[in-house]
């Protein structure tokens, strides 16, 4: 399986910092990543998908890039809406793998 | 746009099957608009795909839990179901159900169904 890790596993911040968070395979996937984002007791949300092309209605403030293995996560200026799990999530081979999760926290 | 909804018991004992379905509501199961898949979290850990049904006679499982697993479709209830035997307490879990258009990223998903393995 292609394994993808996530770091840091948890991160604190403040309304208004930059965060990045990094996600990592195991094998080449080309731009085949998404980052999903998820807040307790709530399903995951898709955000974000070929490394960088942002779902409908997600803020810009999102952003991502990377190809290959290395990809990142970052969000420019953080709003409370913000403060959840961010998942990442390989499509560029069987099966589909998701990374650990990052919480990012106040 | 597509609305998912898990079902089935919240606890199942060691060595019995564990039972889930999913009712879609937007689009019909066997559209071939969507994969629809069965996804995976332990409490506090990552999320792990588990399988898909593209229509009733194609299916696709995690090769870790293929052997376990058994997913269907029911046309005429517009649901589409997760059958896995043998559970431990590893298996213990949230469930989602998940829609994908092509099978590459999860665009929905349900609420998710906490299933307990323990006696």
């Known amino acids: 399986d292609n394994q993808m890790t996530q770091s840091p596993s948890s991160v604190s911040a403040s309304v208004g910092d930059r965060v990045t968070i990094t996600c990592r395979a195991s094998?080449?996937?080309?731009?085949?990543l998404a980052w999903y984002q998820q807040k307790p007791g709530k399903a995951p949300k898709l955000l974000m998908h070929s490394a960088s092309t942002l779902m409908s209605g997600v803020p810009s403030r999102f952003s991502g890039s990377g190809s290959g293995t290395d990809f990142t996560l970052t969000i420019s200026s953080l709003q409370p809406e913000d403060f959840a799990t961010y998942s990442c999530?390989?499509?560029?081979?069987?099966?589909?793998?998701f990374g650990q999760g990052t919480k990012l926290e106040i | 746009q597509v609305q998912l909804q898990e079902a089935g018991p919240g606890l199942v004992k060691p060595s019995e099957t564990l039972s889930l379905t999913c009712t879609v509501s937007g689009d019909s199961v066997n559209s071939r608009s969507y994969y629809w898949s069965w996804i995976r979290q332990p409490p506090g850990k990552g999320l792990e795909w588990i399988g898909y049904m593209y229509d009733s006679g194609s299916s696709n499982y995690n090769p870790s839990l293929q052997s376990r697993v058994t997913m269907s479709l029911d046309t005429s209830a517009n649901r589409f179901s997760l059958k896995l035997n043998s559970v431990t307490a590893a298996d213990t879990a949230v469930y989602y159900c998940?829609?994908?258009?092509?099978?590459?990223?999860?665009?929905?998903w349900g609420q998710g169904a906490l299933v307990t393995v323990s006696s």
């Open positions: 998940a829609a994908s258009p092509a099978f590459y990223y999860f665009d929905y």
């Open positions: 094998q080449h996937i080309s731009t085949g």
């Open positions: 999530q390989q499509a560029g081979s069987f099966p589909r793998t």
